[in-house]
């Protein structure tokens, strides 16, 4: 008797499994339809912006450098990065660049 229920909750996770797999990633909307779609990009996405106000961009400008910051998305991966440099007062020179950050999207179901 348990082998049977064993077996067909095998067969049940088997089948949630392909419909999650195939089903969500090849019919067009089903994933926005079961967890809603992603909220807009920022409207300024690739452009460099100079951060006075954050305290990191405060301690930079002490230091004689600026802090700049910019949403980037990645089509390839579909994910939207956070990306900061800092320049040379002076020289407008690149100095330091900070690893990218991922910014995670919201869903809104509609």
Partial sequence: MGFIIGFLVAIAAIG????ILVIY???P???EQRFGVLEELPEDVGQWKVD???DEGKTAQARGLKRETRHFFEVQKNRLLKQVRYR???TNEITRIDPDEVVKRKRIRS
Avoid at 16 to 19: A, D, I, K, N, V
């Fill in 16 to 19: 949630g499994l392909f419909y």
């Fill in 29 to 31: 909307g089903a994933m």
């Fill in 52 to 54: 006075t106000e954050s």
């Fill in 88 to 90: 040379n007062q002076a």
């Fill in 25 to 27: 990633r090849n019919v």
